[in-house]
């Protein structure tokens, strides 16, 4: 069965540090993948997604994921975190053509002033 | 500009007593509809999409239903609700089959 993975649950860091979250996901086929992001109290919205191309994407609020075919990841990653980043994090892999999403389980950060 | 809208907000409703939660878009056409349920620590589970009027497609075998009375519109129901139905609902739309879902804010369901 497909599935999609987030490494970490939960991520603590001070401002500053450097961000990384896992997803990998279980599918052979093509993928469309994304990156959401859900801030306290708000809906969920897009960060960033990758159909094809370059895969290095960037996305908003300085986020970007790297897209490695053969180990079938899309890590998130963000140089330099800030409060504001405080949000949780969810993988997602859009598998066929109905617009169907897998999503992970979600990564909670948290970050200290 | 598209907005998608969930109401009501919140909602505590006594065991088996029935639902209906609603979603309607605006600012598109024929859009790809989505409920998911999201639990703490699980992330979100599709429930049921549609791709037209009268089309609904379920993932999930459970206490719910959803319909599609209008192109627009989004309904979740169930005749009688279990304490397992207690979640976050969220309702999203795309347009087509492949490409980014917008998601509206969501009701908070309390079983008691």
């Known amino acids: 069965a497909q599935s999609v993975s987030q490494h970490n649950h939960h991520v603590i860091l001070s401002e500053a540090a450097s961000l990384e979250l896992g997803c990998n996901y279980s599918?052979?086929?093509?993928?469309?993948l994304f990156w959401y992001v859900q801030y306290p109290g708000q809906h969920l919205q897009l960060l960033l997604k990758?159909?094809?191309?370059?895969?290095l994407v960037k996305g908003i609020k300085g986020f970007e994921a790297e897209f490695i075919k053969s180990k079938f990841s899309f890590n998130l990653r963000k140089p330099s975190v800030q409060w504001s980043d405080t949000a949780e994090y969810f993988c997602?892999?859009?598998?066929?053509?109905?617009?169907?999403?897998?999503f992970g389980a979600g990564t909670q950060v948290v970050v200290t002033p | 500009s598209q907005t998608i809208h969930q109401w009501p907000a919140t909602l505590v409703q006594p065991v088996g007593s029935p639902l209906s939660l609603e979603c309607t878009v605006e600012?598109?056409?024929?859009?790809?509809l989505y409920w998911y349920r999201q639990a703490a620590g699980r992330g979100l589970q599709l429930l049921f999409y549609?791709?037209?009027?009268?089309?609904i497609s379920s993932e999930v075998p459970q206490n719910l239903s959803a319909s599609r009375p209008q192109d627009r519109q989004f309904i979740l129901s169930s005749k009688k609700l279990l304490l397992s139905d207690s979640g976050f609902y969220l309702c999203?739309?795309?347009?087509?089959?492949?490409?980014?879902?917008?998601f509206g804010p969501g009701t908070r369901l309390t079983v008691l």
């Open positions: 999203a739309w795309s347009l087509g089959g492949r490409g980014e879902q917008f």
């Open positions: 599918y052979g086929g093509t993928v469309n």
């Open positions: 990758y159909f094809s191309g370059d895969p």
């Open positions: 997602a892999v859009e598998t066929d053509s109905w617009g169907k999403f897998q």
């Open positions: 600012g598109t056409s024929n859009p790809n």
């Open positions: 549609s791709v037209g009027i009268g089309q």
